[in-house]
Nanobody, 114 residues
Framework: QVQLVESGGGLVQAGGSLRLSCAAS????????MGWYRQAPGKQRELVAR???????NYADSVKGRFTISRDNAKNTVYLQMNSLKSEDTAVYYC????????WGQGTQVTVSS
């Protein structure tokens, strides 16, 4: 059973930074790709960033130039470095992995105060 555990969320002032981590219970090399999604109150869950097993990345337009997704295969962990945070980045952030299906973490709250 695949488990994804997020950490690193919290409360930060606008303009600040946070780094989210997603630790997988097994090798992340097994997945075709991994990513981060977020869901703000009253809104649909949206893709924030994704990284494939080959290292290709893509980002939502709203976070390009501010967020960076990366992976450490040896630690079975994917990261999301978030800089220049804005109040509109406030949401629950979910780790996602996919191969033949999708797997989700439990989510971590990010709150950006203005």
């Amino acid at each position: 059973q695949v488990q994804l555990v997020e950490s690193g969320g919290g409360l930060v002032q606008a303009g600040g930074s946070l780094r989210l981590s997603c630790a997988a219970s097994g090798s992340i090399l097994w997945f075709s790709g991994m990513g981060w999604y977020r869901q703000a109150p009253g809104k649909q869950r949206e893709l924030v960033a994704r990284i494939t097993s080959g290292g290709s990345t893509n980002y939502a337009d709203s976070v390009k130039g501010r967020f960076t997704i990366s992976r450490d295969n040896a630690k079975n962990t994917v990261y999301l470095q978030m800089n220049s945070l804005k109040s509109e980045d406030t949401a629950v952030y979910y780790c996602n992995a996919y191969k033949f299906g999708e797997y989700w973490g439990q989510g971590t709250q990010v709150t950006v105060s203005s």
